[in-house]
Each structure stands twice: as structure tokens, then as C-alpha cells.
């Protein structure tokens, strides 16, 4: 199994057995097939940005700290005062983060530091684009609309 598919997997998988609240996996599904557009026609950094205005940038620098996506899954799936779009926003972002991380496409540690790193960083977008599809595919199949 490639990498890729293990990490996108090992994320949903989490989702699903963290009992995340329906909304929020409603949510995090009609990202997964919405963003990858917006990649593909703008590309790594605005997707980014997008995803952090939707929800933060410290939840989204969850996936670029945390070396587990279970620990993601429940640290931002239990966030107070944040709504169910603002927390499916950060999951999916965080998630694709995480996996980055996982794949070595990434090192950064703070969000600034990964507009910095992606700028004009042709790996980065390319396995972004894998990411996304694997996540798409997988929360069509594991999440009920």
C-alpha cells in the first residue's frame, strides 16, 4: 500500500471511530470534494490560506505538529466555541498537513513557515494533489451524506 493511500486512510479511519459529530464529518465530506478545485486552479498556498481563514491558522498547524492524525482528530473535533464548518475546515486542512508531514513534502512547523516552504515548490503541489484525491475517495466511501 503506498504511503499516501496508508496515511489518507489511517485519518478517515480516525473520523469515523472518534464518533466526530455528524455535522462536522458533513462538513469535512463536502470539503474533501470541494477544495481539490480550488488546488487545482489556484494551487498549494491559496488552498492553504483558504482553509485557514474558514477555520484558523493554529488549527490547521495541528497537522503540522502532531505526529498522529487519532490526536488531530480529537483535539479539533472537541474544540469549543468553534462551529461544525470552522472544525471540518480545520480537520480537512490538518489532515492534509499531517500527511504531508508524513510524506516528507514538508517541514514546517508553524503556518507562516509553510507559505514560506511551499512558494514556488512544484513536490509540494504535486503530492498535495494525490493527497486530496485520496481523501475525496476515501470520505465518499466512509461518510454519509
Not at 496515511?7 to 472518534?18: F, H, R, T, V
Not at 480537512?92 to 500527511?99: D, H, K, P, S, T
Given at each position: 500500500?503506498?504511503?499516501?493511500?496508508?496515511?489518507?486512510?489511517?485519518?478517515?479511519?480516525?473520523?469515523?471511530?472518534?464518533?466526530?459529530?455528524?455535522?462536522?464529518?458533513?462538513?469535512?465530506?463536502?470539503?474533501?470534494?470541494?477544495?481539490p478545485s480550488d488546488m487545482f486552479m489556484h494551487g498549494f498556498i491559496y488552498t492553504m490560506t483558504l482553509l485557514a481563514a474558514r477555520s484558523s491558522r493554529s488549527i490547521l498547524e495541528k497537522g503540522l505538529k502532531e505526529v498522529d492524525c487519532k490526536n488531530i482528530v480529537k483535539e479539533i473535533s472537541s474544540l469549543k466555541g468553534v462551529g461544525s464548518?470552522?472544525?471540518?475546515?480545520?480537520?480537512?486542512?490538518?489532515?492534509?498537513?499531517?500527511?504531508?508531514?508524513?510524506?516528507?513534502?514538508?517541514?514546517?512547523?508553524?503556518?507562516?513557515?509553510?507559505?514560506?516552504?511551499?512558494?514556488g515548490n512544484p513536490v509540494v503541489e504535486f503530492k498535495t494533489r494525490i493527497v486530496l484525491e485520496w481523501l475525496k475517495r476515501f470520505s465518499e466511501a466512509y461518510i454519509e451524506e
Open positions: 500500500m503506498s504511503e499516501v493511500v496508508k496515511y489518507s486512510l489511517s485519518c478517515i479511519e480516525a473520523l469515523i471511530n472518534e464518533k466526530v459529530d455528524k455535522d462536522v464529518l458533513r462538513s469535512f465530506r463536502a470539503r474533501a470534494r470541494s477544495i464548518d470552522e472544525r471540518g475546515y480545520g480537520l480537512y486542512g490538518a489532515m492534509i498537513l499531517y500527511i504531508l508531514k508524513r510524506l516528507n513534502a514538508l517541514k514546517s512547523e508553524t503556518f507562516n513557515d509553510l507559505i514560506r516552504e511551499a512558494s
